[in-house]
């Protein structure tokens, strides 16, 4: 079976036609396959490669596939609610500050300890002011 569906592989090799069928949502594979394995390759015959047209294809599907995203992500932004966003940037703040300040609680202790022995220089800069 692995063979069969290695010749398939080939064949589409061979016609990329049948790739942009299933992006067409024309066929999917499953129904290439089955076409491939029960009449054969003669059921592909009336597929002829046309490389102007497909250029061409390939231009139109690519500027339709850009419009689709565009649209598609506006349709996102249309959808996103300020207040909500507001409140989540809220929060993330207020845990942005509690994570801070234990780090700045741990970094304050640890210059504590640090002592050269000389006592001018093992103030830290805010005793000095």
């Given at each position: 079976?692995?063979?069969?569906?290695d010749e398939?592989?080939?064949?589409?090799?061979?016609?990329p036609l049948?790739?942009?069928?299933v992006?067409?949502?024309?066929k999917?594979?499953q129904?290439?396959y089955?076409d491939?394995c029960?009449?054969?390759e003669g059921?592909f015959e009336d597929?002829?490669e046309?490389?102007?047209?497909e250029?061409?294809?390939k231009?139109?599907?690519?500027s339709?596939?850009?419009e689709?995203l565009i649209?598609?992500?506006v349709?996102?932004?249309?959808?996103?609610?300020?207040d909500q966003?507001?409140?989540?940037?809220?929060?993330?703040q207020?845990?942005l500050?509690?994570?801070?300040?234990?780090?700045g609680?741990?970094?304050?202790s640890?210059l504590?300890?640090k002592?050269?022995?000389?006592?001018l220089?093992?103030?830290?800069?805010d005793?000095?002011?």
């Amino acid at each position: 079976m692995s063979a069969k569906l290695d010749e398939f592989k080939e064949f589409v090799k061979r016609h990329p036609l049948l790739k942009g069928m299933v992006q067409s949502k024309q066929k999917t594979w499953q129904e290439l396959y089955e076409d491939y394995c029960i009449l054969g390759e003669g059921a592909f015959e009336d597929i002829k490669e046309e490389p102007t047209k497909e250029e061409t294809k390939k231009e139109t599907k690519s500027s339709s596939s850009t419009e689709d995203l565009i649209k598609t992500v506006v349709g996102y932004v249309k959808k996103i609610d300020p207040d909500q966003v507001t409140k989540t940037v809220t929060s993330i703040q207020k845990v942005l500050e509690l994570f801070g300040g234990i780090g700045g609680a741990a970094t304050g202790s640890a210059l504590a300890k640090k002592s050269t022995g000389d006592p001018l220089f093992d103030k830290r800069f805010d005793e000095w002011y």
